[in-house]
Protein backbone atom coordinates (compact mmCIF):
# COMPACT_ATOMS: atom_id res chain seq x y z
CA UNK A 1 0.00 0.00 0.00
CA UNK A 2 1.42 3.28 -1.19
CA UNK A 3 0.74 5.34 1.92
CA UNK A 4 -0.38 2.78 4.33
CA UNK A 5 1.84 4.40 7.77
CA UNK A 6 0.38 7.66 7.21
CA UNK A 7 -2.85 5.80 7.76
CA UNK A 8 -1.48 3.29 10.24
CA UNK A 9 0.42 6.08 12.08
CA UNK A 10 -2.80 7.46 14.29
CA UNK A 11 -2.59 11.37 14.00
CA UNK A 12 -4.08 12.05 17.35
CA UNK A 13 -3.85 9.73 20.58
CA UNK A 14 -4.63 10.26 24.52
CA UNK A 15 -2.98 7.59 26.83
CA UNK A 16 -4.72 7.75 30.33
CA UNK A 17 -5.89 11.18 30.36
CA UNK A 18 -7.42 12.74 33.57
CA UNK A 19 -8.42 16.49 33.84
CA UNK A 20 -10.13 18.04 36.91
CA UNK A 21 -11.70 21.35 37.33
CA UNK A 22 -11.24 21.71 41.25
CA UNK A 23 -12.72 18.79 42.24
CA UNK A 24 -14.68 18.18 39.67
CA UNK A 25 -13.17 15.34 37.46
CA UNK A 26 -14.09 15.66 34.05
CA UNK A 27 -12.21 13.50 32.04
CA UNK A 28 -11.38 9.79 33.51
CA UNK A 29 -8.94 7.67 32.00
CA UNK A 30 -9.49 8.96 28.31
CA UNK A 31 -7.53 6.26 25.74
CA UNK A 32 -8.00 6.83 22.05
CA UNK A 33 -6.53 6.53 18.90
CA UNK A 34 -7.64 8.85 15.99
CA UNK A 35 -6.49 7.77 12.66
CA UNK A 36 -5.90 10.06 9.23
CA UNK A 37 -9.14 11.00 7.42
CA UNK A 38 -10.96 8.72 9.92
CA UNK A 39 -14.55 10.74 11.43
CA UNK A 40 -15.33 10.43 14.78
CA UNK A 41 -18.64 11.56 16.62
CA UNK A 42 -18.50 11.91 20.29
CA UNK A 43 -22.18 12.21 21.91
CA UNK A 44 -23.26 11.95 25.49
CA UNK A 45 -25.33 13.48 27.94
CA UNK A 46 -24.47 16.98 28.81
CA UNK A 47 -21.62 17.53 31.50
CA UNK A 48 -20.42 14.13 30.30
CA UNK A 49 -17.06 15.48 29.03
CA UNK A 50 -17.36 15.46 25.11
CA UNK A 51 -16.44 19.10 24.80
CA UNK A 52 -13.78 19.18 27.46
CA UNK A 53 -12.43 16.35 25.48
CA UNK A 54 -12.76 17.97 22.06
CA UNK A 55 -11.09 20.97 23.72
CA UNK A 56 -7.85 19.54 24.85
CA UNK A 57 -6.87 18.41 21.55
CA UNK A 58 -5.91 21.81 20.43
CA UNK A 59 -4.57 22.67 24.02
CA UNK A 60 -7.98 25.05 24.81
CA UNK A 61 -7.72 23.01 28.30
CA UNK A 62 -5.51 21.88 29.84
CA UNK A 63 -5.30 17.95 31.03
CA UNK A 64 -3.43 16.85 34.29
CA UNK A 65 -2.51 13.53 33.51
CA UNK A 66 -2.02 11.06 31.27
CA UNK A 67 -0.45 11.96 27.28
CA UNK A 68 -1.91 13.69 24.42
CA UNK A 69 0.21 13.41 21.09
CA UNK A 70 -1.20 15.38 18.39
CA UNK A 71 0.64 15.14 14.77
CA UNK A 72 3.13 13.58 16.20
CA UNK A 73 3.85 16.38 19.55
CA UNK A 74 3.06 16.44 22.75
CA UNK A 75 0.74 18.86 24.45
CA UNK A 76 1.69 19.99 27.40
CA UNK A 77 1.94 22.85 29.76
CA UNK A 78 5.71 23.87 28.68
CA UNK A 79 5.72 23.13 24.75
CA UNK A 80 7.31 25.89 22.69
CA UNK A 81 4.91 25.20 19.64
CA UNK A 82 1.35 25.22 20.85
CA UNK A 83 0.60 27.54 18.27
CA UNK A 84 2.22 25.32 15.24
CA UNK A 85 -0.06 22.56 16.31
CA UNK A 86 -3.06 24.63 16.15
CA UNK A 87 -2.37 26.09 12.87
CA UNK A 88 -2.87 22.32 11.75
CA UNK A 89 -5.97 21.41 13.96
CA UNK A 90 -9.02 23.38 12.56
CA UNK A 91 -11.64 24.42 15.50
CA UNK A 92 -15.46 24.91 14.86
CA UNK A 93 -17.09 26.06 18.16
CA UNK A 94 -21.04 26.69 18.90
CA UNK A 95 -20.93 30.04 19.58
CA UNK A 96 -19.02 30.41 15.54
CA UNK A 97 -16.00 32.93 16.98
CA UNK A 98 -16.22 34.66 13.93
CA UNK A 99 -13.92 38.22 14.36
CA UNK A 100 -16.86 40.48 14.19
CA UNK A 101 -14.55 43.78 13.19
CA UNK A 102 -13.35 41.94 9.85
CA UNK A 103 -15.73 41.24 6.89
CA UNK A 104 -16.10 37.42 6.21
CA UNK A 105 -13.19 37.42 3.55
CA UNK A 106 -11.19 38.86 6.21
CA UNK A 107 -12.39 36.22 8.74
CA UNK A 108 -10.93 33.75 5.96
CA UNK A 109 -8.14 35.62 5.31
CA UNK A 110 -6.72 36.22 8.99
CA UNK A 111 -5.08 32.63 9.21
CA UNK A 112 -3.37 31.94 6.23
CA UNK A 113 -1.66 35.36 5.79
CA UNK A 114 -0.68 36.65 9.75
CA UNK A 115 0.53 32.78 10.70
CA UNK A 116 0.96 30.65 7.69
CA UNK A 117 2.69 33.84 5.84
CA UNK A 118 0.85 33.73 2.66
CA UNK A 119 0.72 37.18 0.56
CA UNK A 120 -2.94 38.58 0.59
CA UNK A 121 -3.58 37.78 -3.06
CA UNK A 122 -2.68 34.34 -2.65
CA UNK A 123 -4.78 34.27 0.89
CA UNK A 124 -7.24 36.13 -0.74
CA UNK A 125 -7.89 33.36 -3.61
CA UNK A 126 -7.77 30.63 -1.43
CA UNK A 127 -10.39 32.57 0.79
CA UNK A 128 -12.99 32.65 -1.90
CA UNK A 129 -12.60 29.32 -3.00
CA UNK A 130 -12.84 28.00 0.51
CA UNK A 131 -16.30 30.25 0.57
CA UNK A 132 -17.59 29.06 -2.70
CA UNK A 133 -16.99 25.45 -1.21
CA UNK A 134 -19.23 26.28 1.73
CA UNK A 135 -21.68 28.03 -0.96
CA UNK A 136 -21.95 31.38 0.06
CA UNK A 137 -18.81 33.25 -2.01
CA UNK A 138 -21.83 36.48 -2.38
CA UNK A 139 -21.28 37.14 1.43
CA UNK A 140 -17.63 37.82 1.13
CA UNK A 141 -17.29 41.78 1.46
CA UNK A 142 -20.46 41.48 4.35
CA UNK A 143 -20.27 41.60 8.42
CA UNK A 144 -20.58 38.15 10.50
CA UNK A 145 -23.69 40.28 12.10
CA UNK A 146 -25.25 40.83 8.60
CA UNK A 147 -25.55 36.51 8.34
CA UNK A 148 -27.74 34.35 9.52
CA UNK A 149 -26.51 32.03 12.03
CA UNK A 150 -25.79 29.16 9.35
CA UNK A 151 -24.17 31.36 7.88
CA UNK A 152 -22.06 32.17 10.01
CA UNK A 153 -20.93 28.87 10.95
CA UNK A 154 -20.52 27.78 7.12
CA UNK A 155 -18.16 30.96 7.14
CA UNK A 156 -16.35 29.52 10.11
CA UNK A 157 -15.65 26.33 8.71
CA UNK A 158 -14.26 28.15 5.70
CA UNK A 159 -12.23 30.21 8.24
CA UNK A 160 -10.42 26.74 9.39
CA UNK A 161 -10.52 25.15 6.26
CA UNK A 162 -8.64 27.73 4.54
CA UNK A 163 -5.44 27.01 7.05
CA UNK A 164 -5.85 23.57 5.03
CA UNK A 165 -5.45 21.97 8.52
CA UNK A 166 -4.80 17.80 8.71
CA UNK A 167 -7.69 17.11 11.31
CA UNK A 168 -11.20 19.39 11.92
CA UNK A 169 -12.75 19.41 15.45
CA UNK A 170 -16.04 20.70 15.27
CA UNK A 171 -17.66 21.95 18.82
CA UNK A 172 -21.23 21.03 19.02
CA UNK A 173 -21.91 23.63 15.67
CA UNK A 174 -25.22 22.98 15.19
CA UNK A 175 -26.40 23.37 18.79
CA UNK A 176 -26.34 27.62 18.44
CA UNK A 177 -28.78 27.36 14.96
CA UNK A 178 -32.54 27.66 14.42
CA UNK A 179 -33.95 24.64 13.25
CA UNK A 180 -33.98 25.47 9.69
CA UNK A 181 -30.62 25.99 9.44
CA UNK A 182 -28.79 22.84 11.19
CA UNK A 183 -29.16 21.59 7.32
CA UNK A 184 -27.12 23.36 5.63
CA UNK A 185 -24.40 23.16 8.05
CA UNK A 186 -24.40 19.52 8.30
CA UNK A 187 -24.70 19.26 4.52
CA UNK A 188 -21.20 21.17 4.31
CA UNK A 189 -19.67 19.07 6.84
CA UNK A 190 -20.70 15.73 5.08
CA UNK A 191 -18.53 17.49 1.88
CA UNK A 192 -16.11 18.06 3.62
CA UNK A 193 -16.09 14.18 5.09
CA UNK A 194 -16.73 13.11 1.57
CA UNK A 195 -13.49 15.21 0.74
CA UNK A 196 -11.17 12.98 2.81
CA UNK A 197 -10.83 15.55 5.73
CA UNK A 198 -10.28 13.73 9.40
CA UNK A 199 -12.70 14.74 11.67
CA UNK A 200 -14.05 14.98 15.33
CA UNK A 201 -17.36 15.77 16.13
CA UNK A 202 -19.19 16.31 19.10
CA UNK A 203 -22.18 16.81 18.36
CA UNK A 204 -26.09 15.53 19.15
CA UNK A 205 -27.18 14.74 15.05
CA UNK A 206 -27.63 11.18 15.30
CA UNK A 207 -28.83 11.25 11.19
CA UNK A 208 -25.30 13.20 10.23
CA UNK A 209 -23.74 10.13 12.20
CA UNK A 210 -25.00 7.46 11.10
CA UNK A 211 -24.27 8.90 7.67
CA UNK A 212 -20.85 10.18 8.24
CA UNK A 213 -18.98 8.59 11.45
CA UNK A 214 -16.62 5.76 10.59
CA UNK A 215 -16.80 5.27 14.72
CA UNK A 216 -18.99 7.29 17.37
CA UNK A 217 -18.09 7.23 20.61
CA UNK A 218 -20.86 7.54 23.42
CA UNK A 219 -19.28 9.71 26.92
CA UNK A 220 -20.83 9.63 30.18
CA UNK A 221 -19.29 10.83 33.31
CA UNK A 222 -16.19 12.18 31.72
CA UNK A 223 -15.81 8.36 30.42
CA UNK A 224 -15.70 6.81 27.07
CA UNK A 225 -18.34 4.23 27.46
CA UNK A 226 -18.50 2.54 24.52
CA UNK A 227 -17.81 3.49 20.66
CA UNK A 228 -18.33 1.39 17.79
CA UNK A 229 -19.63 2.11 14.46
CA UNK A 230 -22.56 2.99 13.75
CA UNK A 231 -24.47 0.31 12.64
CA UNK A 232 -23.46 -1.67 15.85
CA UNK A 233 -23.67 1.27 18.10
CA UNK A 234 -27.22 2.09 17.09
CA UNK A 235 -28.43 -1.33 16.19
CA UNK A 236 -26.72 -3.05 19.56
CA UNK A 237 -25.96 -0.78 22.57
CA UNK A 238 -23.80 -2.94 24.97
CA UNK A 239 -23.79 -0.50 28.00
CA UNK A 240 -26.87 0.73 29.54
CA UNK A 241 -25.86 4.03 29.80
CA UNK A 242 -25.74 3.82 25.99
CA UNK A 243 -29.34 2.37 25.77
CA UNK A 244 -30.74 4.95 27.84
CA UNK A 245 -29.07 7.82 26.29
CA UNK A 246 -29.99 6.41 22.63
CA UNK A 247 -33.79 6.02 23.72
CA UNK A 248 -33.88 9.53 25.19
CA UNK A 249 -32.57 11.26 22.13
CA UNK A 250 -34.22 8.79 19.25
CA UNK A 251 -38.17 8.61 20.92
CA UNK B 1 -32.84 54.63 27.82
CA UNK B 2 -35.17 53.09 25.15
CA UNK B 3 -38.64 54.58 24.95
CA UNK B 4 -41.79 52.51 24.95
CA UNK B 5 -44.27 52.69 22.41
CA UNK B 6 -47.30 53.59 24.46
CA UNK B 7 -47.55 57.65 24.80
CA UNK B 8 -48.20 58.91 28.39
CA UNK B 9 -50.15 61.94 29.15
CA UNK B 10 -47.45 64.87 29.53
CA UNK B 11 -48.03 65.90 33.00
CA UNK B 12 -47.82 69.74 32.48
CA UNK B 13 -51.29 69.14 30.52
CA UNK B 14 -52.71 67.72 33.83
CA UNK B 15 -54.30 70.48 35.81
CA UNK B 16 -53.68 68.82 38.96
CA UNK B 17 -50.24 68.72 38.24
CA UNK B 18 -50.38 72.10 37.20
CA UNK B 19 -51.71 73.53 40.00
CA UNK B 20 -49.72 71.46 42.45
CA UNK B 21 -47.08 72.65 40.40
CA UNK B 22 -47.85 76.90 40.46
CA UNK B 23 -48.16 76.18 44.35
CA UNK B 24 -44.88 75.30 44.46
CA UNK B 25 -43.24 77.62 42.53
CA UNK B 26 -45.24 80.53 44.45
CA UNK B 27 -43.76 79.25 47.52
CA UNK B 28 -40.55 78.67 46.16
CA UNK B 29 -40.45 82.37 44.82
CA UNK B 30 -42.01 83.71 48.07
CA UNK B 31 -39.48 82.08 50.21
CA UNK B 32 -36.21 83.17 47.93
CA UNK B 33 -37.57 87.15 47.94
CA UNK B 34 -36.89 88.72 44.80
CA UNK B 35 -38.83 92.29 45.97
CA UNK B 36 -35.02 93.60 45.98
CA UNK B 37 -33.67 92.16 42.42
CA UNK B 38 -34.68 93.77 38.77
CA UNK B 39 -38.01 91.89 39.21
CA UNK B 40 -39.19 94.38 42.05
CA UNK B 41 -38.02 97.71 40.11
CA UNK B 42 -39.70 96.20 36.79
CA UNK B 43 -43.17 95.75 39.47
CA UNK B 44 -42.45 99.60 41.22
CA UNK B 45 -45.85 100.73 39.39
CA UNK B 46 -47.77 98.35 41.15
CA UNK B 47 -45.71 97.89 44.12
CA UNK B 48 -44.55 100.76 44.78
CA UNK B 49 -40.96 101.22 46.11
CA UNK B 50 -39.83 97.73 46.60
CA UNK B 51 -37.91 97.83 49.69
CA UNK B 52 -40.41 99.03 51.63
CA UNK B 53 -43.56 97.40 49.85
CA UNK B 54 -43.53 94.66 52.71
CA UNK B 55 -45.48 91.50 52.09
CA UNK B 56 -47.74 92.98 49.39
CA UNK B 57 -44.79 93.41 47.68
CA UNK B 58 -42.98 90.12 48.14
CA UNK B 59 -46.31 88.62 47.33
CA UNK B 60 -46.64 90.28 43.86
CA UNK B 61 -43.50 89.52 42.95
CA UNK B 62 -43.82 85.74 43.65
CA UNK B 63 -46.76 85.78 41.68
CA UNK B 64 -46.03 87.22 38.75
CA UNK B 65 -42.50 85.21 38.71
CA UNK B 66 -44.64 82.11 39.35
CA UNK B 67 -47.09 82.95 36.39
CA UNK B 68 -44.33 83.50 33.98
CA UNK B 69 -42.11 80.25 34.89
CA UNK B 70 -45.42 77.96 34.78
CA UNK B 71 -46.71 79.70 31.42
CA UNK B 72 -43.34 79.18 29.71
CA UNK B 73 -42.89 75.36 30.62
CA UNK B 74 -46.75 75.13 29.21
CA UNK B 75 -45.82 76.68 25.97
CA UNK B 76 -42.52 75.03 25.61
CA UNK B 77 -44.51 71.39 26.16
CA UNK B 78 -46.28 72.44 23.12
CA UNK B 79 -43.44 72.50 21.07
CA UNK B 80 -41.61 69.71 18.93
CA UNK B 81 -38.64 67.69 20.92
CA UNK B 82 -35.86 69.33 19.17
CA UNK B 83 -37.58 72.93 19.91
CA UNK B 84 -37.93 72.31 23.50
CA UNK B 85 -34.48 70.96 24.03
CA UNK B 86 -33.03 74.40 22.09
CA UNK B 87 -35.39 76.59 23.81
CA UNK B 88 -34.54 75.42 27.21
CA UNK B 89 -30.89 75.55 26.41
CA UNK B 90 -31.09 79.41 25.12
CA UNK B 91 -33.44 80.23 28.43
CA UNK B 92 -30.37 78.54 30.73
CA UNK B 93 -28.01 80.02 28.99
CA UNK B 94 -29.65 83.75 29.66
CA UNK B 95 -29.83 83.08 32.75
CA UNK B 96 -26.25 81.84 33.17
CA UNK B 97 -25.47 85.37 31.39
CA UNK B 98 -27.83 87.31 33.87
CA UNK B 99 -25.83 85.61 37.15
CA UNK B 100 -22.92 86.67 35.24
CA UNK B 101 -24.11 90.38 34.27
CA UNK B 102 -25.61 90.61 37.92
CA UNK B 103 -21.88 90.97 39.37
CA UNK B 104 -21.95 94.12 38.06
CA UNK B 105 -18.45 93.51 35.36
CA UNK B 106 -17.04 95.99 33.95
CA UNK B 107 -16.47 93.42 30.38
CA UNK B 108 -14.77 96.19 28.66
CA UNK B 109 -11.76 95.04 30.56
CA UNK B 110 -10.76 92.05 28.99
CA UNK B 111 -10.35 93.89 25.66
CA UNK B 112 -8.26 96.90 27.02
CA UNK B 113 -4.33 96.64 26.79
CA UNK B 114 -2.10 96.21 23.63
CA UNK B 115 -2.04 93.33 22.54
CA UNK B 116 -5.38 92.81 24.43
CA UNK B 117 -6.21 90.53 27.58
CA UNK B 118 -8.93 88.66 25.88
CA UNK B 119 -6.12 87.66 22.92
CA UNK B 120 -3.32 87.29 25.52
CA UNK B 121 -5.67 84.88 27.29
CA UNK B 122 -6.44 83.24 23.64
CA UNK B 123 -2.92 83.40 21.74
CA UNK B 124 -0.84 82.15 24.91
CA UNK B 125 -3.12 80.82 27.20
CA UNK B 126 -5.41 78.41 25.19
CA UNK B 127 -2.27 77.46 22.87
CA UNK B 128 -0.67 76.10 26.08
CA UNK B 129 -3.41 74.70 27.22
CA UNK B 130 -4.49 72.41 24.24
CA UNK B 131 -0.62 71.78 23.70
CA UNK B 132 -0.07 70.11 27.82
CA UNK B 133 -3.56 68.21 27.45
CA UNK B 134 -2.94 66.43 23.79
CA UNK B 135 0.81 65.71 24.78
CA UNK B 136 -0.35 64.80 28.05
CA UNK B 137 -3.66 62.65 26.77
CA UNK B 138 -1.54 61.09 24.14
CA UNK B 139 1.31 59.97 26.85
CA UNK B 140 -1.34 59.03 29.20
CA UNK B 141 -2.78 56.50 26.33
CA UNK B 142 0.20 54.79 26.21
CA UNK B 143 0.98 54.52 29.42
CA UNK B 144 -2.88 52.72 29.36
CA UNK B 145 -2.40 50.19 26.92
CA UNK B 146 0.98 48.43 28.82
CA UNK B 147 -0.96 49.36 32.09
CA UNK B 148 -4.19 47.31 30.81
CA UNK B 149 -1.81 44.37 29.89
CA UNK B 150 0.36 44.47 32.49
CA UNK B 151 -3.12 44.20 34.86
CA UNK B 152 -4.25 41.47 32.59
CA UNK B 153 -0.82 39.24 32.45
CA UNK B 154 0.39 36.73 34.57
CA UNK B 155 3.37 38.03 35.72
CA UNK B 156 3.62 39.00 39.29
CA UNK B 157 6.30 41.99 38.60
CA UNK B 158 3.91 43.69 35.69
CA UNK B 159 1.01 43.24 37.80
CA UNK B 160 2.24 44.58 41.01
CA UNK B 161 4.31 47.24 39.05
CA UNK B 162 0.96 48.21 37.19
CA UNK B 163 -0.74 48.01 40.13
CA UNK B 164 0.66 49.94 42.37
CA UNK B 165 1.12 52.70 40.02
CA UNK B 166 -2.70 52.80 39.32
CA UNK B 167 -3.08 52.77 43.17
CA UNK B 168 -0.62 55.77 43.96
CA UNK B 169 -1.78 57.96 41.23
CA UNK B 170 -5.41 57.40 41.30
CA UNK B 171 -5.25 57.46 45.18
CA UNK B 172 -3.27 61.12 45.01
CA UNK B 173 -4.77 64.56 44.43
CA UNK B 174 -3.69 65.75 41.44
CA UNK B 175 -2.55 68.81 42.99
CA UNK B 176 -0.24 67.25 45.15
CA UNK B 177 1.09 65.01 42.10
CA UNK B 178 1.88 68.05 40.29
CA UNK B 179 3.91 69.44 43.41
CA UNK B 180 5.45 66.17 44.55
CA UNK B 181 7.24 65.50 40.78
CA UNK B 182 8.28 69.68 40.25
CA UNK B 183 9.73 69.88 43.62
CA UNK B 184 10.33 66.15 44.38
CA UNK B 185 12.15 65.33 41.12
CA UNK B 186 14.72 67.87 41.96
CA UNK B 187 15.87 66.12 45.06
CA UNK B 188 16.80 63.27 43.14
CA UNK B 189 19.04 65.16 40.85
CA UNK B 190 17.01 65.52 37.95
CA UNK B 191 16.01 69.67 37.18
CA UNK B 192 12.54 69.58 35.51
CA UNK B 193 10.81 72.36 33.81
CA UNK B 194 7.56 73.63 34.86
CA UNK B 195 5.57 72.52 31.74
CA UNK B 196 7.32 69.02 31.42
CA UNK B 197 6.58 68.35 35.17
CA UNK B 198 3.00 69.52 34.78
CA UNK B 199 2.91 67.21 31.57
CA UNK B 200 4.49 64.35 33.39
CA UNK B 201 1.64 64.72 35.94
CA UNK B 202 -1.10 64.46 33.76
CA UNK B 203 -0.32 61.71 32.13
CA UNK B 204 0.79 59.54 35.32
CA UNK B 205 -2.60 60.91 36.81
CA UNK B 206 -4.84 60.28 33.61
CA UNK B 207 -2.46 57.09 32.76
CA UNK B 208 -3.74 55.30 35.90
CA UNK B 209 -7.15 55.91 35.13
CA UNK B 210 -7.19 54.89 31.77
CA UNK B 211 -5.91 52.08 32.33
CA UNK B 212 -8.86 50.98 34.04
CA UNK B 213 -10.78 52.17 30.90
CA UNK B 214 -8.62 49.71 28.80
CA UNK B 215 -8.23 46.92 31.36
CA UNK B 216 -12.21 46.98 31.08
CA UNK B 217 -12.58 47.40 27.34
CA UNK B 218 -9.89 44.71 26.68
CA UNK B 219 -11.77 42.52 29.38
CA UNK B 220 -15.26 42.75 27.67
CA UNK B 221 -14.55 41.42 24.58
CA UNK B 222 -16.01 37.54 24.75
CA UNK B 223 -13.71 34.39 25.76
CA UNK B 224 -14.55 33.23 22.72
CA UNK B 225 -12.54 35.67 20.04
CA UNK B 226 -9.25 34.47 22.06
CA UNK B 227 -10.03 30.65 21.89
CA UNK B 228 -11.35 31.38 17.51
CA UNK B 229 -7.88 33.32 17.41
CA UNK B 230 -5.60 30.62 19.51
CA UNK B 231 -7.36 27.77 17.53
CA UNK B 232 -6.34 29.60 14.28
CA UNK B 233 -2.43 29.64 15.76
CA UNK B 234 -2.04 33.17 16.24
CA UNK B 235 0.19 34.05 18.91
CA UNK B 236 -0.68 36.41 21.82
CA UNK B 237 0.87 39.59 20.20
CA UNK B 238 -1.23 39.23 17.20
CA UNK B 239 -4.12 38.56 19.04
CA UNK B 240 -4.23 41.38 20.71
CA UNK B 241 -3.25 43.61 18.19
CA UNK B 242 -5.31 42.17 15.46
CA UNK B 243 -8.24 41.18 17.06
CA UNK B 244 -8.52 41.76 20.57
CA UNK B 245 -7.64 46.20 20.86
CA UNK B 246 -9.67 46.51 17.27
CA UNK B 247 -12.61 45.24 18.97
CA UNK B 248 -12.38 47.48 22.31
CA UNK B 249 -11.72 50.72 20.51
CA UNK B 250 -15.41 51.07 20.42
CA UNK B 251 -16.08 50.44 23.72
CA UNK B 252 -13.07 52.86 25.25
CA UNK B 253 -13.59 55.67 22.91
CA UNK B 254 -16.32 57.18 24.69
CA UNK B 255 -14.91 56.74 28.27
CA UNK B 256 -11.52 57.99 26.93
CA UNK B 257 -13.30 61.16 25.46
CA UNK B 258 -14.51 62.33 28.79
CA UNK B 259 -11.20 61.38 30.24
CA UNK B 260 -9.77 63.87 27.86
CA UNK B 261 -12.57 66.85 28.42
CA UNK B 262 -11.65 66.13 32.03
CA UNK B 263 -8.02 66.64 31.59
CA UNK B 264 -8.49 69.52 29.77
CA UNK B 265 -9.81 70.92 32.68
CA UNK B 266 -7.51 69.29 34.99
CA UNK B 267 -4.74 70.86 33.08
CA UNK B 268 -5.46 74.34 34.87
CA UNK B 269 -3.79 72.71 38.07
CA UNK B 270 -0.93 73.50 36.67
CA UNK B 271 -1.27 76.63 36.81
CA UNK B 272 0.52 76.51 40.37
CA UNK B 273 4.09 76.08 38.48
CA UNK B 274 3.73 79.15 36.63
CA UNK B 275 3.32 78.39 33.51
CA UNK B 276 1.30 80.29 31.00
CA UNK B 277 -2.01 78.61 30.49
CA UNK B 278 -5.41 79.57 30.24
CA UNK B 279 -5.99 79.54 34.27
CA UNK B 280 -2.67 81.41 34.82
CA UNK B 281 -3.36 84.20 32.92
CA UNK B 282 -6.47 84.42 34.09
CA UNK B 283 -5.36 85.32 37.65
CA UNK B 284 -2.29 87.19 36.68
CA UNK B 285 -3.98 89.35 33.83
CA UNK B 286 -7.51 90.29 36.14
CA UNK B 287 -5.02 90.78 39.85
CA UNK B 288 -3.50 93.67 38.18
CA UNK B 289 -7.00 95.92 38.95
CA UNK B 290 -9.05 93.51 40.95
CA UNK B 291 -10.86 92.53 38.47
CA UNK B 292 -10.55 88.64 39.12
CA UNK B 293 -14.06 87.91 37.77
CA UNK B 294 -13.95 89.25 34.01
CA UNK B 295 -10.84 87.49 33.88
CA UNK B 296 -12.25 84.71 35.51
CA UNK B 297 -15.33 84.29 33.45
CA UNK B 298 -13.21 84.54 30.36
CA UNK B 299 -11.43 81.71 31.32
CA UNK B 300 -14.57 80.04 32.07
CA UNK B 301 -16.15 80.82 28.69
CA UNK B 302 -12.82 79.40 26.97
CA UNK B 303 -12.79 76.20 28.86
CA UNK B 304 -16.66 75.53 28.00
CA UNK B 305 -16.49 76.70 24.52
CA UNK B 306 -13.16 74.20 24.22
CA UNK B 307 -15.07 70.87 26.22
CA UNK B 308 -18.46 71.59 23.36
CA UNK B 309 -16.18 71.37 20.43
CA UNK B 310 -13.74 68.23 22.11
CA UNK B 311 -17.90 66.85 22.91
CA UNK B 312 -18.67 67.36 19.16
CA UNK B 313 -15.81 65.44 18.07
CA UNK B 314 -16.44 62.48 20.86
CA UNK B 315 -19.99 62.02 19.24
CA UNK B 316 -18.11 62.24 16.03
CA UNK B 317 -15.89 59.08 16.70
CA UNK B 318 -18.39 57.36 18.30
CA UNK B 319 -21.20 57.51 15.74
CA UNK B 320 -18.29 56.18 13.04
CA UNK B 321 -17.91 53.32 15.22
CA UNK B 322 -21.12 52.52 15.71
CA UNK B 323 -21.75 52.41 11.97
CA UNK B 324 -18.87 49.87 11.39
CA UNK B 325 -20.05 47.19 14.00
Known amino acids: MHNSSSIENPVISLKGVNKWYGDFQALKDINLEIKLKEKIVICGPSGSGKSTLIRCLNRLEAHQEGSIEVCGIELHEKMQDV ?17 PHLTVLENCMAGPNWVRGIDKNEAKERALSMLKHVKIPEQADKYPEQLSGGQQQRVAIARSLCMQPKVMLFD ?31 THEMGFARQVADR ?16 EFFNNPQNERTKTFLNQILS | MFVDTVIEDKSLHKPAFLLGLSIAVLAFFFAFNFTNTIFGEFLSPVIGNP ?63 EPSKLWLMISKGLFTTIYISAVSIAIATAIAIVGAIAKLSNNGFAYAIASFYTSLFRGLPLLLQIYLIYM ?13 SGI ?18 IQSIPKGQWEASRALGFKFGLILRKIILPQSIPIIVPPTGNQFIAMLKDSSLVSVLGIWEIMFLAKKLGAKDYNHLEMLLTAAMIYWTLTIILEMIQARIERKYQQKT
Open chain 2, 184 to 196: GLPQLGFMIDAIP
Open chain 1, 172 to 202: EPTSALDPEMVSEVLDTMIDLANSGMTMICV
Open chain 2, 51 to 113: PESGFFGRLVVSFVLSIIFVLNLLLISFARLKIQILIVWIELFFLFLAFAYSFDLELAYIFIG
Open chain 1, 216 to 231: IIFMDGGEIVEQNTPE
Open chain 2, 200 to 217: AALSLCYGAYMTEIFRAG
Open chain 1, 83 to 99: DIVRQDIGMVFQSFNLF
